[in-house]
T-cell receptor, first 111, second 116 residues
Framework: AQSVTQPDIHITVSEGASLELRCNYS??????LFWYVQSPGQGLQLLLK??????LVQGIKGFEAEFKRSQSSFNLRKPSVHWSDAAEYFC?????????FGKGTKLSVIP | GAVVSQHPSWVICKSGTSVKIECRSL??????MFWYRQFPKQSLMLMAT?????????EQGVEKDKFLINHASLTLSTLTVTSAHPEDSSFYIC????????????FGPGTRLTVL
């Protein structure tokens, strides 16, 4: 079955520190992969997506993600976290027409 | 970018009543829209796929008679929670693909339903 796993439920980092949020996928073929951010009271916002090609994908707000087929991973990174990055982050995959979401990782940022 | 709106953003209703939630694509047409449900501190679970001009496709375990979906136009899909009960309290989110179905999906801001 298609699935997306986010192993970390909650991560806390200090402002200015680097960040890596983990995402693993299980699909028969390479899926389309996405990272979304959900802030309190707001809808999901697309950070970046991977369909094919360059395995390092640049997104908005300084985020990037690297697709690693050998590890079935699509981890999200940011070199320096800002307090405004505190939110819930969802990894999602699309093997056919619908998105499958991971359970999300809540990011807290310490000033 | 493409914008999807939802109305209302927040609704409280009494048990046994019905609630209608609207999802609109504001600057693009969507023959397909998706309805998700998100429980507190959990992920989004796809409930159904709304198809313009035809019946919705429901995911396994979702009661189609309880969650009525109507996609009457290329910019509007509605989800009606019938005979709502407290266990239906949740955050309902819709999305619409901006291009190919597996391309980027644009999400509405969600509707918080509380059933007393």
């Amino acid at each position: 079955a298609q699935s997306v796993t986010q192993p970390d439920i909650h991560i806390t980092v200090s402002e200015g520190a680097s960040l890596e949020l983990r995402c693993n996928y299980s699909y028969g073929a390479t899926p389309y992969l996405f990272w979304y951010v959900q802030s309190p009271g707001q809808g999901l916002q697309l950070l970046l997506k991977y369909f094919s090609g360059d395995t390092l994908v640049q997104g908005i707000k300084g985020f990037e993600a690297e697709f690693k087929r050998s590890q079935s991973s699509f981890n999200l990174r940011k070199p320096s976290v800002h307090w405004s990055d505190a939110a819930e982050y969802f990894c999602a995959g699309a093997g056919s027409y619908q998105l499958t979401f991971g359970k999300g990782t809540k990011l807290s940022v310490i000033p | 970018g493409a914008v999807v709106s939802q109305h209302p953003s927040w609704v409280i209703c009494k048990s046994g009543t019905s609630v209608k939630i609207e999802c609109r694509s504001l600057d693009f047409q969507a023959t397909t829209m998706f309805w998700y449900r998100q429980f507190p501190k959990q992920s989004l679970m796809l409930m159904a796929t709304s198809n313009e001009g035809s019946k919705a496709t429901y995911e396994q375990g979702v009661e189609k008679d309880k969650f009525l979906i109507n996609h009457a136009s290329l910019t509007l899909s509605t989800l009606t929670v019938t005979s709502a009960h407290p266990e239906d309290s949740s955050f309902y989110i819709c999305s619409a693909p901006g291009g190919l179905v597996t391309d980027t999906q644009y999400f509405g801001p969600g509707t918080r339903l509380t059933v007393l």
